[in-house]
Protein backbone atom coordinates (compact mmCIF):
# COMPACT_ATOMS: atom_id res chain seq x y z
CA UNK A 1 0.00 0.00 0.00
CA UNK A 2 2.43 2.79 0.89
CA UNK A 3 4.38 2.13 -2.63
CA UNK A 4 1.38 2.77 -4.28
CA UNK A 5 0.67 5.68 -2.73
CA UNK A 6 4.25 7.11 -3.07
CA UNK A 7 3.42 6.38 -6.70
CA UNK A 8 0.34 8.31 -6.36
CA UNK A 9 2.45 11.18 -5.51
CA UNK A 10 4.90 10.52 -8.56
CA UNK A 11 7.71 8.16 -7.64
CA UNK A 12 8.30 4.98 -9.82
CA UNK A 13 8.02 1.76 -8.20
CA UNK A 14 11.74 1.50 -7.61
CA UNK A 15 12.17 4.55 -6.22
CA UNK A 16 9.58 4.20 -3.60
CA UNK A 17 11.02 0.93 -2.84
CA UNK A 18 14.12 3.05 -2.26
CA UNK A 19 12.54 5.63 -0.13
CA UNK A 20 10.63 2.83 2.01
CA UNK A 21 14.27 0.71 2.35
CA UNK A 22 16.33 4.36 3.37
CA UNK A 23 13.66 5.14 5.70
CA UNK A 24 13.89 1.86 6.88
CA UNK A 25 17.73 1.65 7.33
CA UNK A 26 17.57 5.35 8.85
CA UNK A 27 20.08 6.03 6.13
CA UNK A 28 23.12 4.57 5.35
CA UNK A 29 26.17 3.48 2.33
CA UNK A 30 24.54 3.23 -1.44
CA UNK A 31 25.64 -0.12 -1.28
CA UNK A 32 23.78 -1.38 1.85
CA UNK A 33 20.55 0.11 0.35
CA UNK A 34 20.95 -1.94 -2.82
CA UNK A 35 21.64 -4.95 -0.97
CA UNK A 36 18.30 -4.46 0.92
CA UNK A 37 16.47 -3.75 -2.49
CA UNK A 38 18.80 -6.32 -4.51
CA UNK A 39 18.89 -3.57 -6.89
CA UNK A 40 21.56 -4.33 -9.83
CA UNK A 41 24.32 -2.14 -11.15
Known sequence: MLVS???SLGLS???A???L???ELGG???SAI???Q???G
Open 38 to 40: NCR
Open 21 to 23: AVL
Open 17 to 19: KVY
Open 34 to 36: GKR
Open 13 to 15: EEE
Open 5 to 7: DLE
Open 28 to 30: GYV
